[in-house]
């Protein structure tokens, strides 16, 4: 043999090896966890809502307490996260259109780990679960999904023999089947949440034994109000934050919406009493409490296995919420209350900040880049998001120091009769600002804008649009958002 030949034989050895080393040790499996229609601040330490096993989950990840959704609207918000690619390129802004419709061939973050050599299931809602002919995506999937399509409506109370009165007064209106509100005492399985819980446990333990990607999906906080009555008893309504429903000073009339989520759609939506407005408030507090106990029962299940020590954990929700705020019910707003999401990532093993938090920003976006890095995966191509691991090691490190956000006008623009939005809002949130301006569908042309200040948020009370106190930061932050949003038609 020559020495040429050598030289050559060499490198080809080194990689063989080190590839021999790397497919005799565990891989890194992933545990995703998403809830839906969570806001960011409710998740932190210390909110006033009771969540011991999210707390729990903080000390064992690196939470982000500056993360964002790229839009505040479910389909919308899942389809970019799962695909790593923003709404404008999956040209995906309404509930209405499943994503492979204009996308076919779109790689999903389960897909790839699937073709990956990783058994990926799906229990829950992870994929948007209503409005579109394709249910779910079966192709990113190991196994028949669970409970992942259905309406957040039909989520009665099912229970063995009579059941239950309902202990909350009348509710205004339905929602769907089922009242906006009710408390019951009935066990957590009664819903879709403990449902979805018990089989994430028994899917755990099947899978176990092999590299897995496990999403879980919950369906709350999302309305209807309906938590089993022990989580509502969680609460002394007086003690609950106060409403201010006050809209910001200076905003636009397009940064608003009517509300028909839980209103109801126009001319019959419905004006609710402060005593309704408490009870929903309440309500919302006692969903998140309900599914933080199911995220318990996750967590311990995940300890039992003996597998926890290479399992990256996350757990991130779609997007915000208003209860009131602004006078506002529901998502679909640039607000920070919509915008702002939490998101925790806990990765197994040495080296990672675990138990930190971080003011890095960071977008539901970057979910699958970071995933894959910390499996060690390759990366396919287009992803629009960056992996967070430097932050992950050191939660000092600003991976990305903006992120942006987007909602149409009207919000649920494919149920008007042209089926096309006339604005679309566009948003930048700095660690100073939200700067936001609102478009011509058509022309791309600035019709309204927004600034507020980050010592106002989550508030947002006023607007300091050409404040020249915030004339630098205003200019950062247009500059930034041309740059993601360039002056152009949709």
């Given at each position: 043999?020559?020495?040429?030949?050598?030289?050559?034989?060499?490198?080809?050895?080194?990689?063989?090896?080190?590839?021999?080393?790397?497919?005799?040790?565990?891989?890194?499996?992933?545990?995703?966890?998403?809830?839906?229609?969570?806001?960011?601040?409710?998740?932190?330490?210390?909110?006033?809502?009771?969540?011991?096993?999210?707390?729990?989950?903080?000390?064992?990840?690196?939470?982000?307490?500056?993360?964002?959704?790229q839009q505040a609207v479910c389909n919308p918000s899942r389809c970019s996260f799962l695909t790593g690619l923003r709404p404008d390129t999956l040209r995906i802004w309404n509930n209405g259109?499943?994503?492979?419709?204009?996308?076919?061939?779109?790689?999903?973050?389960?897909?790839?780990?699937?073709?990956?050599?990783?058994?990926?299931?799906?229990?829950?809602?992870?994929?948007?679960?209503?409005?579109?002919?394709?249910k779910g995506d079966p192709r990113s999937w190991s196994a028949p999904e669970f409970l992942h399509y259905a309406n957040h409506g039909d989520d009665a109370a099912e229970v063995t023999g009579?059941?239950?009165?309902?202990?909350?007064?009348?509710?205004?209106?339905?929602?769907?089947?089922?009242?906006?509100?009710?408390?019951?005492?009935?066990?957590?399985?009664?819903?879709?949440?403990?449902?979805?819980?018990?089989?994430?446990?028994?899917?755990?333990?099947?899978?176990?034994?092999?590299?897995?990607?496990?999403?879980?999906?919950?369906?709350?906080?999302?309305?209807?109000?309906?938590?089993?009555?022990?989580?509502?008893?969680?609460?002394?309504?007086?003690?609950?934050?106060?409403?201010?429903?006050?809209?910001?000073?200076?905003?636009?009339?397009?940064?608003?919406?009517?509300?028909?989520?839980?209103?109801?759609?126009?001319?019959?939506?419905?004006?609710?009493?402060?005593?309704?407005?408490?009870?929903?408030?309440?309500?919302?507090?006692?969903?998140?409490?309900?599914?933080?106990?199911?995220?318990?029962?996750?967590?311990?299940?995940?300890?039992?296995?003996?597998?926890?020590?290479?399992?990256?954990?996350?757990?991130?929700?779609?997007?915000?919420?208003?209860?009131?705020?602004?006078?506002?019910?529901?998502?679909?707003?640039?607000?920070?209350?919509?915008?702002?999401?939490?998101?925790?990532?806990?990765?197994?093993?040495?080296?990672?900040?675990?138990?930190?938090?971080?003011?890095?920003?960071?977008?539901?976006?970057?979910?699958?880049?970071?995933?894959?890095?910390?499996?060690?995966?390759?990366?396919?191509?287009?992803?629009?998001?960056?992996?967070?691991?430097?932050?992950?090691?050191?939660?000092?490190?600003?991976?990305?120091?903006?992120?942006?956000?987007?909602?149409?006008?009207?919000?649920?623009?494919?149920?008007?009769?042209?089926?096309?939005?006339?604005?679309?809002?566009?948003?930048?949130?700095?660690?100073?600002?939200?700067?936001?301006?609102?478009?011509?569908?058509?022309?791309?042309?600035?019709?309204?804008?927004?600034?507020?200040?980050?010592?106002?948020?989550?508030?947002?009370?006023?607007?300091?649009?050409?404040?020249?106190?915030?004339?630098?930061e205003q200019r950062e932050a247009e500059t930034l958002l041309r740059r993601q949003f360039p002056l152009t038609p949709h």
């Open positions: 043999m020559t020495l040429r030949s050598v030289r050559l034989l060499v490198p080809a050895l080194c990689a063989a090896l080190s590839f021999c080393a790397t497919a005799a040790e565990p891989r890194t499996n992933v545990l995703f966890i998403v809830a839906d229609d969570f806001r960011a601040e409710l998740a932190s330490y210390g909110s006033p809502a009771v969540t011991p096993n999210l707390n729990q989950l903080a000390k064992r990840s690196v939470q982000f307490d500056r993360a964002y959704c259109t499943h994503f492979r419709e204009l996308n076919p061939d779109v790689m999903t973050l389960p897909l790839w780990f699937k073709q990956h050599g990783y058994t990926t299931r799906c229990v829950g809602k992870i994929f948007h679960n209503w409005h579109t002919k394709e009579p059941l239950p009165p309902n202990l909350a007064p009348p509710a205004p209106r339905k929602y769907t089947s089922v009242p906006l509100y009710e408390r019951r005492d009935v066990p957590d399985e009664a819903y879709f949440d403990g449902r979805v819980a018990a089989e994430a446990v028994r899917v755990l333990a099947e899978v176990k034994d092999q590299p897995f990607f496990l999403a879980v999906g919950f369906w709350k906080p999302h309305a209807p109000f309906n938590a089993p009555k022990k989580y509502w008893d969680l609460y002394d309504r007086a003690k609950l934050p106060p409403l201010n429903a006050t809209r910001p000073v200076g905003a636009p009339e397009l940064a608003f919406h009517d509300g028909r989520e839980l209103r109801g759609l126009p001319p019959n939506q419905v004006t609710f009493t402060p005593e309704q407005a408490i009870e929903i408030r309440h309500g919302y507090f006692a969903n998140i409490s309900y599914l933080d106990a199911q995220l318990g029962k996750i967590l311990d299940a995940l300890d039992r296995s003996g597998v926890a020590d290479r399992t990256v954990i996350t757990f991130v929700g779609d997007h915000g919420y208003h209860v009131g705020e602004h006078d506002l019910w529901g998502k679909t707003s640039n607000f920070e209350y919509d915008a702002r999401v939490p998101f925790f990532i806990g990765a197994p093993g040495k080296g990672f900040a675990n138990g930190q938090a971080t003011r890095s920003s960071a977008e539901l976006v970057d979910l699958f880049p970071t995933l894959v890095d910390l499996c060690r995966l390759p990366s396919p191509p287009r992803l629009e998001g960056v992996s967070l691991v430097p932050t992950l090691r050191r939660p000092e490190v600003l991976t990305k120091t903006a992120a942006f956000t987007q909602h149409p006008r009207p919000a649920y623009y494919d149920r008007e009769p042209d089926k096309q939005p006339k604005a679309m809002g566009v948003s930048v949130r700095t660690g100073a600002v939200r700067y936001t301006e609102w478009r011509d569908w058509k022309t791309g042309a600035v019709v309204a804008r927004e600034l507020y200040a980050s010592a106002d948020e989550p508030q947002e009370l006023r607007s300091v649009l050409d404040d020249p106190k915030f004339a630098r």
